[in-house]
């Protein structure tokens, strides 16, 4: 079994997600074979039950490696499993290959999931993530999609946005404008993106 936990950096606006959520949703449980506890988990979630979130935090918190075993359900045709398997996957990814699964899901056809992948992936330095963050910036669904977590996904756009590139806009205007004329320039230093 394989234990990883997050660095600093990788931490940063992912912090923030886990601490949008409502107490009784960060709850801790338990469970068997973590790629079958993880596996179970997305395809159990449902938004009207908070212990299902409560079973990814936990998988999260342990910190194995199940993002390859959570890569069939990046595609679910159900749009709560993609959502709860982009989360966990999203909190987990940390390598070149676990990026790679889950770079697919920046094309999903709903926002926030793109913003959830968007958001892991900046992390990682992938450049094209950026651009998913900027258009996700006028995103008013519901980040989480439970009743009692009603914050809008533009706000996981734009903490990220600010975490990793150290800018400050107001607008998404002024966001698209500076990756226009950044984006050719920039790169990654492990940490955040640096104008080249």
Do not use: K
């Amino acid at each position: 079994m394989t234990v990883r936990r997050p660095t600093t950096a990788r931490a940063g606006p992912w912090v923030l997600l886990l601490a949008m959520l409502p107490p009784i949703l960060l709850a801790a449980c338990s469970g068997g074979a973590a790629a079958e506890r993880a596996v179970a988990a997305v395809e159990a979630f449902d938004p009207a039950d908070p212990s299902t979130i409560v079973r990814l935090n936990e998988i999260y918190r342990q910190g194995e490696d199940v993002v390859a075993a959570l890569a069939p359900l990046l595609e679910h045709g159900d749009r709560d499993r993609r959502w709860a398997a982009v989360y966990l996957a999203g909190l987990l990814t940390d390598t070149a290959a676990e990026a790679e699964t889950l770079r697919g899901a920046l094309a999903d056809p709903d926002p926030v999931i793109r913003i959830i992948a968007a958001g892991s992936l900046a992390g990682l330095g992938r450049v094209d993530a950026l651009r998913v963050l900027v258009d996700g910036l006028g995103v008013d669904a519901p980040l989480f999609p439970h009743p009692n977590a009603n914050l809008p996904a533009s706000d996981l756009a734009l903490e990220t946005l600010t975490f990793y590139t150290g800018q400050e806009f107001s607008d998404p205007g002024a966001w698209r404008a500076w990756l226009s004329q950044t984006l050719d320039r920039l790169t990654w230093n492990g940490e955040a993106y640096d104008e080249g």
